[in-house]
């Protein structure tokens, strides 16, 4: 009988691997939830990559090599994450120092919710995604020129809404939404 494949393949290799896999990823993380997510996306690996493990013990190698990356990548991630909580508090405070002190958060949080959907969507990738009219475009999967008529009328429909709540449109404008999206 030739050498094992598929599914008992993986089992072997999971069964006599997973001890010092997992004690290595362990070592690494602060929880154990990031250690079983990180022993997850490993085995996960494996499986999608069987063909390209080796045989015997280097095996194990391999997949401490597979572990490590997981590990790497989800350090850039919470890395990224931390940088960009730390931006959007500053954002935030700067806001709500602008628009908390008169209390009109509220009324453009109304006036942004009383637009119909599409309205808000395509503000809100201007706004809060900061896309341009080509990247609104490809996202809504319209011509540039339509992105841009869509954009220029939900602007003036919310200008029109900030009126109507007795909002200084020229202070608000686009900066609503951003507003908006950090209150909600």
């Not at 290595?24 to 490993?42: G, M, N, V």
């Not at 990356?69 to 909580?85: C, F, I, K, M, T």
Request: glycine content about 8%; charged content about 30%; overall charge positive.
């Amino acid at each position: 009988m030739g050498p094992p494949h598929g599914k008992q393949r993986f089992e072997e290799i999971y069964a006599a691997n997973y001890p010092d896999i997992l004690a290595y990823i362990r070592r690494r993380t602060d929880s154990h939830d990031d250690a079983a997510d990180a022993l997850a996306e490993t085995f996960t690996t494996a499986w999608r990559r069987l063909d390209d493990i080796p045989e015997g013990p280097r095996a194990r190698l391999w997949l401490y090599g597979v572990a490590r990356r997981v590990l790497a990548n989800g350090r850039r991630a919470e890395s990224r994450r931390s940088e960009l909580v730390e931006r959007l508090g500053q954002q935030l405070a700067l806001w709500a120092e602008t628009a908390g002190a008169d209390g009109d958060l509220d009324g453009v949080r109304e006036a942004f919710q009383r637009l119909n959907p599409d309205d808000r969507e395509v503000l809100a990738l201007a706004g809060w995604e900061g896309l341009s009219s080509d990247g609104i475009a490809t996202v809504l999967g319209c011509s540039r020129g339509a992105a841009r008529l869509r954009l220029h009328r939900a602007r003036k429909r919310l200008a029109k809404e900030l009126q109507a709540a007795g909002l200084d449109v020229a202070r608000y404008g686009l900066r609503a939404i951003t507003m908006t999206r950090e209150a909600t």
